[in-house]
């Protein structure tokens, strides 16, 4: 909308003054993308709209396409009333566009912009979201997809983008505000109360029987792990966390830990006047997340299995034998409620648990409760290093990596699929190995994000 209104003035400009334009300077003008305060209907009408943040002051924020390949432009203007950035989730991206305060940029205070250009490698599904006071914004509402689109997309009817999220509301349907509840922090994180599809709490589609749509999963949960099944549909996922599988496999339970992507292709099976649904498992009471409500027939019968999509350009593991002769670097994460922390080193002192909590920290990595001066590794460009993440805490992490995609190193000599998040359970050892082949300094985090900011972060640096 900006683009072309500028565009429009720019042109009327030229012809008063008889100047001629260069065309593609007009062009180059940035489309903004605000964030500021707005109202959304996220609990059921009887309620009154909740105040939330948004980009473009909507929940979710614009959807925002680009083919891959190409640049994305975007002018981020802060109008909250407190400073922000936009990091660009999964996008193996230029280091200085990665949005991490206090690393890659300043924070934006309130009132200022900041030029976001980078270029999208790879295809898929991807987010957007902040990263200061994160565990405050997003749970506020501040998040949207980023779609980078394959040259030649899978043959689907339509194509769907669903961000599920855990929202926290007070009796009023408000936003509860207790953000920085220490409780939450050192336990399961921001839980909520009430979950949306889009923004919707009753999230319906439109669909015929036969129907073969592509849904593009986000979880954007500051803590929830979510567990979808398929509903008189049947379908495969054909990527995790933007990467396509080498092969689409059959969709039971997916599991999403806060962050991750799942992008599925579905035929519908209900009948026309019936319903499919995404349903939530978790526990043993399932429910509705999306309903699909289906009228007439797309076609006469269901298509044949989904080919897999295209590989992105992410740079292969090593074989086995050099992989195994790899870098090992074990990152030991201690603390949370029902764990054995003692204390942690914070600000370069050893402190007690005690002084820990009061000062919101309730997490370690290696010993220390916040972003350590110094790198967990420093890797050449180009080499592969892996990472033990050794889970000594009574909770499960959502392991994210920024500006990368690695693989999991499972028992049997095999490796997991590319994801940028690894959900760690509980007691689990989980070993990485990626090709650290983006220069710069990159967090490591758990994506609950108050675990983060409670001490679950740390970084690396290749040069
Ligand atoms: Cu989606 Cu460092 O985060
Ligand atoms: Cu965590």
Wanted: hydrophobic share 40%; charged share 20%.
């Amino acid at each position: 909308m900006k683009t072309s209104r500028r565009h429009f003035l720019a042109g009327s400009a030229a012809v008063s003054t008889g100047v001629s334009f260069p065309f593609h300077l007009a062009m180059a003008a940035p489309s903004d993308l605000h964030a500021r305060p707005g109202t959304a209907q996220i609990a059921p009408a009887k309620y009154a709209p909740t105040k939330i943040w948004g980009y473009e002051g909507h929940v979710p924020g614009p959807v925002l396409r680009v083919k891959q390949g190409e640049r994305l432009i975007r002018r981020f203007v802060n109008e909250l009333p407190q400073p922000s950035t936009i990091h660009w989730h999964g996008i193996r991206i230029d280091n200085a566009m990665d949005g991490v305060p206090g690393m890659t940029q300043d924070a934006v205070p309130t009132g200022a912009s900041f030029l976001y250009d980078f270029v999208a490698p790879d295809a898929g599904t991807y987010w957007y979201h902040p990263h200061n006071r994160t565990w405050e914004q997003l749970a506020r509402g501040l998040y949207g997809a980023l779609i980078v689109e394959e040259s030649v997309p899978p043959e689907t009817d339509r194509d769907e983008v669903l961000l599920i999220d855990d929202w926290r509301l007070a009796e009023d349907a408000s936003i509860a505000g207790n953000f920085g509840a220490m409780h939450d922090w050192s336990h399961g994180g921001r839980l909520g109360n009430w979950l949306t599809v889009n923004g919707n709490g009753d999230y319906r589609l439109d669909v015929k029987q036969h129907e073969r749509l592509r849904l593009r999963l986000i979880n954007t949960s500051n803590a929830r792990i979510l567990s979808v099944q398929l509903r008189q549909m049947s379908g495969w996922v054909i990527a995790l966390d933007g990467q396509p599988l080498e092969a689409p496999e059959p969709a039971e339970t997916i599991t999403l830990a806060p962050a991750q992507r799942a992008d599925l292709i579905v035929d519908i099976l209900a009948p026309d006047g019936g319903e499919a649904f995404l349903a939530s498992a978790e526990g043993d009471s399932g429910y509705a997340m999306a309903t699909f409500i289906v009228t007439g027939s797309a076609r006469s019968e269901t298509l044949a299995a989904p080919s897999p999509l295209p590989p992105n350009p992410v740079a292969p593991l090593p074989a086995a034998d050099s992989l195994s002769s790899a870098r090992v670097t074990d990152l030991k994460m201690e603390g949370g409620a029902m764990g054995r922390m003692g204390s942690a080193m914070m600000g370069g002192k050893m402190m007690g648990i005690r002084d820990l909590v009061g000062q919101g920290k309730a997490w370690s990595f290696n010993g220390m409760a916040d972003m350590p001066a110094e790198p967990l590794l420093s890797a050449a460009r180009g080499e592969t290093i892996r990472i033990r993440m050794i889970n000594e805490t009574a909770w499960p992490h959502a392991m994210h990596l920024h500006g990368h995609h690695f693989r999991q190193l499972l028992a049997d000599g095999k490796t997991g699929p590319l994801r940028d998040t690894l959900l760690v359970n509980r007691g689990e050892t989980a070993e990485i190995a990626v090709v650290a082949d983006n220069p710069g300094d990159w967090l490591l985090h758990c994506h609950m994000v108050e675990h983060s900011a409670a001490g679950m972060m740390t970084w690396f640096r290749v040069s």
